[in-house]
């Protein structure tokens, strides 16, 4: 969806409010995926000189867990609020995605709302054990001995004992 910002903050224009579906299946957030179709809601008012905007939205995030690799689905909320200038319009440094006629593009700003709210490091749960590294196995199901202390420090004098015996 595109909004005429420049318009809306020169005209003061009512209240304007639009819910809107926006596709961002082919956004990639750090491995993590969109794939459904997104609800989204968005309000410009006018307060004085300044532009208040809202966007809304709530997405289904599929992604995998960075330990276990298992397929995770959580839900991320934007909500959020800008207040706008005229002249921030013309402002090269100007956060949102804007074009040279003022247009703000909100499929684009609702993209960049949702690369900030995602985790770049999706857990199935917070206290997810992994993998196990001796059968690939989940650790809560595999049935491993535990790890030999291979990195215990040797008793050089033992070592030395067997190095002799071994002869
Ligand atoms: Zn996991
Ligand atoms: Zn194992």
């Known amino acids: 969806m595109q909004f005429d910002l420049r318009k809306f903050i020169t005209a003061g224009a009512r209240p304007y409010h639009a819910e809107f579906q926006c596709d961002l299946s082919a956004y990639d957030y750090a491995g993590a ?3 459904q179709p997104v609800t989204a809601v ?22 995998e867990c960075a330990r276990c690799l298992d397929p ?5 909320t934007v909500d959020t609020e800008w207040i706008v200038k005229e002249r921030d319009l013309d402002d090269p440094d100007f956060d949102l995605p804007l074009d ?9 700003w609702l993209n960049q709302e949702f690369m900030f ?10 206290d997810c054990a992994g993998l196990c590294p001796q059968c690939g196995k989940k650790k809560a199901e595999c049935t491993c001995p535990p790890a030999e202390q291979t990195d215990a420090p040797v008793d050089t004098r033992l070592a030395i004992l067997k190095s002799l015996l071994n002869r």
């Open 33 to 35: 995926r969109i794939p």
């Open 72 to 76: 995770v689905t959580r839900e991320e």
């Open 117 to 126: 709210q995602i985790p770049t490091v999706l857990l199935c749960s917070p």
């Open 100 to 108: 040279e006629k003022g247009h703000l593009d909100v499929d684009e």
């Open 42 to 63: 968005f309000d410009a008012q006018t307060d004085g000189d300044e532009v208040q905007i809202t966007l809304r939205a709530k997405a289904l995030v599929h992604g």
